[in-house]
């Protein structure tokens, strides 16, 4: 897969299909529309591309409230590379972007991509004041020589499967509705870096992630999680919040991998969250929390040895609504 983050990089001998949006998360709604325009491409000898942006337009267009990511655009870049796509263009989303012409910015992409067909959502649209609608894409297209293709939206147990919504989901706890949406455990990476080391103290050493601010975190609670290292995944207990047993101090995301000893410091290291166990609590006594711990554990451990880790997105782009 060619990835470029300037359209003049691209220096293309084949014509393409084209999707274009933001496409945080790679759900199950945007596999789904990815997978169509993938066998059209096949059938047709083009290359299969996406276009998409950082920062997220709403951090430029309302910066106040930026959306909180559910991927990295490394995240996003592994999971569209593992759905088959030829070309992924992520490009700078700024204020020049932001007053940015439909027509301008079709003309590029023709011109650099060699667009013959987009393909977007009904709702769709681009450019400055939100103008390119798929109406108005097609009539460029009739202008310029390609073809707009809408996809109806993926509704999943009559609820259209969006970033927004699976955003809401996590802040609220519910996981195991997140991953279905998701096609995947909803998860978190970054470097284990150095804690307060209280959880070594009680007899549970845990790896402290460092995670991006912008990221959508679950909500504070107690998670049964698989934490993954490199090629293996193990299973484990994850505390997000502010520690309230002890500090009440900054947001983390702190993982007590089972049955795991090694020094990890410094690694990147996923967690993978499967179910909320509970809310974060404040104990006065640490021997109530001590137990409260093991009970996580022991709890954890059973929804795990129960669990079939979750395929793969392009094991599940055949979803059918319903």
Not at 159 to 180: D, H, M, Y
Not at 266 to 277: A, I, T
Request: hydrophobic share 40%.
């Amino acid at each position: 897969m060619q990835i470029i983050d300037d359209l003049s990089q691209a220096h293309l001998d084949t014509d393409t299909i084209l999707t274009i949006g933001a496409f945080d998360g790679v759900h199950r709604g945007h596999q789904y529309l990815i997978g169509q325009l993938l066998q059209r491409a096949r059938q047709t000898h083009r290359l299969a591309g996406l276009i998409t942006f950082h920062p997220h337009p709403s951090a430029v267009l309302s910066p106040r409230n930026p959306t909180r990511y559910i991927t990295t655009p490394g995240e996003k870049a592994a999971l569209l590379e593992r759905l088959g796509l030829d070309i992924v263009a992520i490009l700078p989303f700024n204020q020049e972007m932001a007053q940015t012409s439909a027509r301008r910015f079709i003309e590029m992409v023709f011109r650099q991509l060699r667009m013959r067909e987009l393909w977007v959502g009904k709702d769709f649209a681009l450019g400055y004041g939100r103008e390119g609608t798929p109406d108005v894409l097609r009539a460029l297209g009739r202008e310029m020589g390609f073809s707009v293709e809408t996809v109806n939206p993926l509704i999943w147990k009559g609820v259209v499967i969006s970033s927004t919504r699976i955003r809401s989901l996590l802040f609220k706890g519910q996981i195991r509705e997140a991953t279905e949406l998701l096609g995947r455990y909803p998860s978190l990476a970054g470097e284990v870096v150095q804690g307060a080391q209280r959880g070594r103290c009680l007899g549970f050493p845990t790896a402290n992630l460092e995670v991006r601010a912008e990221r959508a975190i679950p909500a504070n609670g107690v998670y049964a999680v698989y934490a993954v290292l490199g090629e293996e995944r193990y299973q484990g207990v994850a505390n997000v919040g502010v520690r309230p047993s002890f500090d009440n101090g900054e947001r983390t995301v702190e993982t007590y991998i089972l049955d795991f000893e090694a020094d990890i410091y410094g690694c990147d290291l996923v967690v993978e969250f499967v179910q909320r166990l509970r809310s974060e609590k404040r104990f006065t006594d640490i021997k109530d929390l001590i137990t409260q711990i093991e009970r996580d554990i022991a709890e954890a451990r059973r929804i795990l040895a129960a669990e079939k880790p979750f395929p793969w997105p392009e094991e599940v782009l055949p979803l059918a609504a319903s």
